[in-house]
C-alpha cells in the first residue's frame, strides 16, 4: 500500500542573507590586511645584522644602514678586534659587544653612517704592516658596496688613534677623530692637504693633553681645522653596571658595587680611587665567586670601570659630539 504521504525532502538551509556574507567577507579581508602590515612592521624594523668576512688576511665586519649618508671606518684599541663592536649574532657568533664599542656603531648607524671595522694584524696596529692591508680593504669594500660617492671619515682610539692619524696620510678622509690618542705628527708632521682633526681626550691623563694641545697647534699652522672634546670620570652607581651592560643582571651590578664600598676601591662619592685596570676587583670577587673565570662579562665590566675613572678608554658618551663633527665635514674624499 502506497504511503498516505509523501517522503519529506529535508530541506536546504537557506543562505544567509546578503549583508551578512559581505560583513563576513570583509572581516576576513580586514584580518589577512592586519596580519600582513604586523609581519611587514616586524620585518622592517628587525635591526639588520653585521656582515662578516676575511679577506686580505684579516676579520672584517660591517653594516650598512638603509640610504647611507657617508662612510665610518673604526680601528680599535691594542688588545682588541674588529668583533668588540658588534653585538654576537647568528652571522657573527664570535662578536663580543663591548659596552662603549657597540654604541658607537649603534651611534653612528643611527644617523646613517654604513660602519665598516677590520682588525689589527697584531695585538696593537702597526703602520708597516697594517696601512696598506686596510688601505686595500677600504677600497675594495666601497667599491664592493658602491658607496664611493659617500663622504669617507675614520675615528680611532688609543693605538687606532695613532694609525688613523697616519692613514690619512694615506687615504683621503673627509675628516676624521682621534680618541686618546695625540697621533703621529711629531714623526711624519702635517701632510698638505691633511683633513679636519677632531681629539677626544680625557684631561686626566696629562701628558697625553699636553701632546694634544701641541699638535693642535702644529695642525691649525698648517690650515687644519682641529676641535677637542674632553671627556671626564664620573662615579659608580649600584646600577650603572647593569644600565650600560646589556644582559648584565642588576642585582649583580648592585652587589658588586657594594663589594667596592666595602673593600674601599670608591670614594664617599662613589668614584673610583685608581684606574680600573689598577683596583683589583676581579681578584677579590674571585675569591667571593669562584666560576669567576666562565664569567661572561668581565671584559665589558673592565672597559665601564676603565671609562668611569676617566683616564684610558674608549667612550661612546660623546658619540654624538663625535658624529656632528664628521656631519659638519662631509667634504670631498678619495678612494681609487
Known sequence: MPPLLPSRVPRAKKPPPAPHRHRRILLALLLVLLLGMIILAITTNAPSQAAVDFTNGTDVIWQIPESPKAVLFVAHGCGCRAANFWDRSAACPHCVGLPEDRLIVLGALDRKFAVLTISSSGRCWSTEKDTGIVKWVIEWW???????ELPLVALGASSGGYFTSALAKE??????????????FGSMGVPVGYPPTLFVHMPKDQHRMRLIERNMRALQKRGVHVKEVRCTDFPLTPTLLSDRIPGLDQAFSVKLFELFQEKGFIDERGYLRNDGRATPWKQVLREREPSLDKFEWIDHIQEELNLAFGYHEMTSLQIDDILHWFESHMGSSSVS
Open 171 to 184: 687615504i683621503r678622509f673627509s675628516s676624521v677623530a682621534l680618541m686618546i690618542a695625540e697621533g703621529v
Open 142 to 148: 666601497i667599491k664592493k658596496h658602491k658607496l664611493r
